[in-house]
């Protein structure tokens, strides 16, 4: 029986991402989520896969995925039929196989991919759609279902109390009439069809005549849109994590603390007193410091985490410097220096979740800890700290004691009103 | 022979005692005062009590104590011999027993109650008065003594240099003539006598014509009048832990140092790398992370004392978090709240003695060190700190980066210059 | 054959060394480097010293020295040949015999010494020069040589390029014709000759008819003229400590670290959980609290590093107190107390080399690490640092929170502008 190709939806835009970069390609233990992801679809049997790229990370995702699957790239962000449209000359080429739609930045468990492939192999519908069971209200795309499983219609957004099942829509369907479906969604382009959500409306179509299946999925599910679900992604692999994996070639000095499950990679150095407590991923060359204290995190490689450092439950991405400095649920991405005495705040004094300004609105995190989100190069002066949830733009300096309390831009020189004068009286700066 | 009733003093003002509440029922290894002198009282040989509570503490006092003791009430601070008077029906009902005059907020060793019942038993005096033996000047009242111990009257601070003796009154007195005493009490009343010395001046009418014996004490006397005499207390406490008596059910990771003597009680978690150093209580619940540093401290139930904070020389009630924090010589009520990077300064820059304002006066406490002393649910920042001396309202807010260099009154909300502003302009406040 | 008789220098001005003092006499190791220096020429064969003083050290080297050299006054800062004329009595009673001049802060191996003495006594030159080899342009004197070693002149400062040899003139001067030079020198300021450079003059006309010897030395030389040279010093006199010596009576709690080559002398505790990593060296009395991480450091005697500290790099004279303090890269002089939460800057956020204001001018410490330069008794209160290559001045007090972006001059009194306003009103300054 045929496999289904894998279109792999990688073109998204990470406006709501920033100061982060480039969430398809974010990197994990060390590798890309979309290399992540596409060991994940190989492992639940599935053998193609086109990638459809955008114009800034086409070149990446080409050098990253060889000859592991094709790149095509959606010249535009017009919508998700339109991505899927990129596929059509390689489909063609191939007379129109079964597809398996993904998007790279839905991180789901593996389980889902099977049992959307198990539900193709033994059945004989024209589609299956995965279904995430609910028991809130969700502001996503909702399945109509009709009998156990049949999927009659797509209602996105209905509003708490008007959703027509407990089943969400997750991006992760499988097509095996896969002609008509294309044409579908061409003929909507075709028309003009307002709005952006072709694809949705071609499934609708054609539910009416062929025969949509539910596959439902209870397991997790962390959509990467916000700085933030960094940490979800972080937690969830983490926790996949299987007892303790120390690389013969890592270093553990004498009364160093391992607990829980952690990965330690090649030439990483544990001086004393240093604590992990899994899960945890301590990358290739990292040190950690003397009494320095790394809990539920994700260290990447290169990162120096100074004498009496704490980190916990946040994601560093690489050649991260902190020295004596306190990482509480944050995002630091490459390069970042956190100098000694830097604190990020987590808590609101009032206790409530945390927000934050995305695009010009005001977005609740759901979160009731969070710290701060810190794009590449950004350097930060001694006794300095951030309030909960701002985040810190690439390329960015922030002077010794300030108190960084919003947003900061790409590039920002920021410094504390006690030394700024000062600082510039003496020709340092 | 009949033991005599216990007259518990417990209806004294706190007002001094701002920030923090209620000194009379203040914990200490996680029991109230009032209950730990009522067992060393009984450990002494007495069997009956009385407490004279206030309006605003006669119910905590009546739920505590049970059926262990009566309870009256005095409805307004009109003096100590007002109080006693509160226990009229009591003695009245038991035909004037003997009785012992005692307040709870004098903390002292058990070897002088039981003094002082070892003369009672032994003599036959009218009553008898604790002498405390001092060497330099105490602003307190005086015996004035005849032979070895007979006393003649009471000097009110005499100045130094007009002491009558080395003796000043600690109010652990035992009277056999209870109605007599009572009685010139009550005369004293109804005649109007103005000030509020009536006891004392009760006491000397009687002693005129009946013997009232000194009772020598040179042990320790620790009375609770001023927040940071809380610290004495603990202290006192403290060493009295002889051994270390770690619960079976308190959990210490490999790598952790315990010196000196030392309670940690049931459900403690002690983190590797942390060190308690005795005399230390642990209470109930409570975690000390990674390579914290507990010193001569009380940590009541409940606390997180985090990664690398330190505590030396502290009472902390209940339910304190500390994050990298560093409390000196500091009292802490109840569910405060100081966030990772704070510091208490403990120690003038001139090495002179900490002052203190209390009810508009500035006090000398006396001490070279002395840290902050913070009411119940006050959340304090990260990085923020306090300047020796001074006391926080319960309630408060103190926000990040801020030093706290005077008192600050309940409820407030003290925001550093340097992030006032923005911290506004964010709406986060 | 006889030995020469070693004419110290240390009679320098320390104007450039602010805000450190008195550079003859800095301690390494609980040693005067004087005395130091000494022991090194003794043990190169040299018997006989001569200490040239000036009139602000000249009691305390007379004191310290003892029997053990004589010691001559400049009285005046008049040049290198007026100070090598006031051991002109002292020379004529021995009729001249050889001579070494050397200066005192110039640290250099004894290699060095051992070969001056060796080409002495192996050869027939009137004089023999240290030429220490350089590969890129310093800005000192150069020996011109003729052949393999005759030196025929001396050229100070040729600027890059103009280089007549790759031999830089360290003060490191055997000269057996000590009449000739003395003659010649004195003839110089009896001629009223301009500028300062008389000895350089002096020998520069002898070498004309007699033989003056280079000898070659390519291995370390830290001359101390900036207060930063100290940490070079340090370094140097640190990596030559072979092995591990622990004082008997020092105390090592359990769980302490010790890495490399250390010294920790009598009385010294270290606590557990701290590392010392060496080269490192630990005074007398000193205590290493919990946790705390001495790396490459020089930690003079009755000094305590709290809990938590770290010094990394740097120098401490005595009695130096930290509390949850980072020292990196920096010289603390005597009784520096630096208070819990202050944190030494040490890095430029452009990653440049340190500069440091020295009498006005902008002197490039060539260092892209340096922390802070702070004379003694100056007291610096709690969550304060201090920016890269600052020098803070003797008996300053520096106030809570507040960070020194400049140097202080001697007894500044500096508070951030946060507190200071507040604190005055306090009435606690």
């Not at 072709?198 to 062929?210: F, K, N, P, T």
Request: hydrophobic letters at 40%; charged letters at 20%; glycine letters at 10%.
């Amino acid at each position: 029986m045929q496999k289904p190709v894998v279109i792999i939806l990688a073109g998204g835009a990470n406006s709501r991402f920033w100061p982060l970069r480039e969430k398809s390609l974010y990197r994990f233990m060390d590798e890309p989520l979309l290399t992540k992801q596409m060991n994940v679809y190989r492992d639940a049997g599935f053998e193609e896969f086109i990638v459809i790229a955008n114009p800034g990370n086409r070149d990446m995702i080409a050098a990253l995925v060889g000859k592991e699957a094709d790149v095509a790239v959606q010249s535009a962000a017009l919508g998700m039929g339109h991505a899927i449209l990129q596929a059509y000359n390689y489909l063609a080429a191939k007379d129109f196989p079964p597809i398996y739609v993904c998007q790279v930045n839905d991180v789901v468990e593996a389980a889902l991919h099977q049992k959307l492939m198990d539900a193709y192999q033994s059945g004989s519908a024209a589609s299956y759609l995965a279904g995430f069971t609910v028991s809130d209200y969700f502001p996503g795309g909702y399945l109509s279902v009709e009998g156990d499983s049949r999927i009659r219609g797509l209602v996105e957004k209905p509003g708490a109390g008007n959703e027509p099942s407990d089943l969400v829509n997750i991006v992760a369907h499988v097509h095996t009439e896969t002609k008509a479906l294309i044409d579908a969604i061409d003929g909507l382009y075709a028309a003009k069809h307002p709005s952006d959500d072709h694809y949705e409306v071609a499934m609708a179509r054609l539910m009416q005549d062929m025969r949509f299946e539910c596959v439902r999925y209870e397991g997790r599910w962390h959509p990467i849109k916000y700085p933030w679900q960094v940490l979800d992604v972080t937690h969830f692999y983490l926790s996949q994590i299987d007892g303790q994996h120390v690389h013969p070639q890592a270093k553990l000095y004498s009364e160093v603390t391992i607990l829980g499950n952690v990965i330690i990679e090649v030439g990483a150095k544990i001086f004393p007193g240093a604590a992990i407590v899994g899960p945890a991923y301590i990358g290739a060359n990292t040190v950690v410091g003397n009494g320095a204290l790394v809990r539920e995190s994700h260290i990447g490689p290169g990162c120096v985490i100074g004498h009496t450092s704490e980190v916990a439950r946040s994601y560093l991405e690489r050649q991260v410097n902190l020295h004596r400095a306190v990482v509480l649920d944050s995002v630091f991405e490459e390069n970042v220096n956190f100098s000694a005495g830097c604190v990020t705040a987590n808590l609101r004094i009032d206790g409530g979740t945390i927000k934050s300004i995305v695009k010009g609105e005001r977005i609740d995190s759901g979160r009731d800890k969070l710290g701060a989100m810190v794009g590449a190069n950004t350097f930060i002066g001694i006794q300095s700290g951030t309030m909960p949830g701002v985040k810190l733009g690439a390329n960015s300096e922030v002077g010794a004691f300030t108190n960084v309390v919003s947003d900061l831009p790409e590039g920002t020189r920021r410094y504390a009103i006690q030394t700024y004068e000062e600082t510039r009286a003496t020709g340092k700066i």
